[in-house]
């Protein structure tokens, strides 16, 4: 039977990918690459799936390894190489805050074990790789599929090892690897459910505004109506992967899995506001300050629980285009849902379940 070998799981995209992807090809099985510390987790998320979707039962094989080491820390996967027909890439530090040593040595030296492992794989159709819209780093100006390399600069080592590594597929697609890359935008909970895995990114500032009475303050750098931030829900990226990781003509192929109309950060609190109930008082803060402030002064990030990373995406010069995702997916009902349609259910996860954190897999 084909199979298609899966890193990331059981991540918060990898989880919901990994029976879509059977769905759509009934005659693969799935092996997915699990560190040892997660095999306990990834055991009940196959359990999970199987419940849901029990005609998938028997087709999810869990493998021990690491794909920091050299043959992805595997001796046996030798017997499924010549099976190996797609291969999904998704593990990586998701981290703004992650240091530079281990986001070098997942995201890029990771990685690259990983494309060394498909170009060991004789019948290999395509690697599926999850890369960041973020590899522009700090470029000002629109950001096309086409970009990479700009010149830019970098707010972090996950924007950076992530831009790295992408240019490491780049070169071996050149040299006729088939390959197509993905690179979502902010990615939340599901726009049906709201559930996620983790509080980051935009989900500080909806727990801190909840934490606070009725007239919430909420510190703010930049000019709020210039700045503009890019969120998806986590089924529009997992739908529309799916479709367009089963089509021909996505190979070679870079999709930016972005909203085309992003809300400016002031609309975005407006919005949040509303869906918390609070009347937000906004408080003028130099960047500099705001992101010396929460490292520097005892408190204040135990108060505000807002990761001083996330305070550049509130002044983050880049505007992301995705012309080819929206033409691939033209065919398709996968639409980008507007934020506002959503984010009641975001919030109210959040109020349901207060004691999910923030720390990625790693």
């Known amino acids: 039977m084909p199979v298609v070998l899966f890193t990331g799981f059981p991540g918060f995209l990898g989880s919901e990918l990994l029976p879509r992807v059977l769905d759509r090809s009934p005659e693969y099985r799935a092996v997915c690459l699990v560190q040892a510390k997660f095999i306990d987790l990834s055991r009940l998320r196959v359990e999970e799936i199987e419940r849901s979707f029990p005609h998938l039962r028997g087709r999810i094989e869990l493998a021990v390894g690491d794909i920091t080491v050299a043959g992805l820390g595997q001796e046996d996967f030798s017997r499924i190489k010549n099976d190996i027909r797609e291969i999904f890439h998704l593990a990586a530090v998701y981290d703004l805050g992650v240091h530079r040593e281990l986001a070098t040595r997942v995201n890029v030296a990771g990685t690259r074990n990983v494309l060394d492992f498909a170009q060991d794989c004789p019948e290999l159709h395509r690697l599926q790789y999850v890369s960041t819209c973020y590899v522009s780093g700090r470029y000002n100006g629109r950001f096309s599929e086409d970009d990479l390399d700009k010149g830019q600069t970098f707010n972090n080592a996950y924007e950076e090892t992530k831009y790295l590594a992408e240019l490491e597929l780049r070169t071996r697609m050149r040299g006729g690897l088939p390959a197509t890359i993905y690179r979502p935008a902010i990615v939340v909970g599901d726009s049906r459910t709201g559930a996620t895995q983790k509080y980051d990114g935009p989900y500080c500032v909806i727990r801190w505004l909840l934490r606070q009475p ?46 085309p109309e992003p809300l ?99």
Do not use: W
């Open 214 to 259: 009725f007239v919430a303050v909420l510190p703010l750098v930049g000019n709020p109506a210039s700045t503009r931030v890019n969120i998806v829900p986590r089924d529009y990226v997992v739908d529309a992967m799916s479709y367009l990781s089963a089509l021909d003509a996505s190979r070679g192929k870079v999709y930016q899995l972005c909203d």
């Open 264 to 362: 400016t950060v002031g609309e975005l609190i407006q919005v949040m506001g509303r869906a918390t109930q609070r009347r937000v008082i906004r408080l003028p803060v130099p960047h500099t300050a705001a992101k010396f402030f929460i490292d520097r002064v005892p408190g204040v990030y135990r108060l505000m629980q807002i990761p001083s990373p996330a305070i550049d995406y509130f002044v983050h010069p880049t505007r992301y285009t995705c012309c080819s995702a929206l033409a691939d997916l033209d065919a398709s009902p996968i639409r980008v849902p507007p934020l506002i349609t959503y984010i009641d259910r975001l919030v109210d996860f959040v109020r349901r379940h207060p004691r999910i954190g923030s720390a990625p897999m790693t």
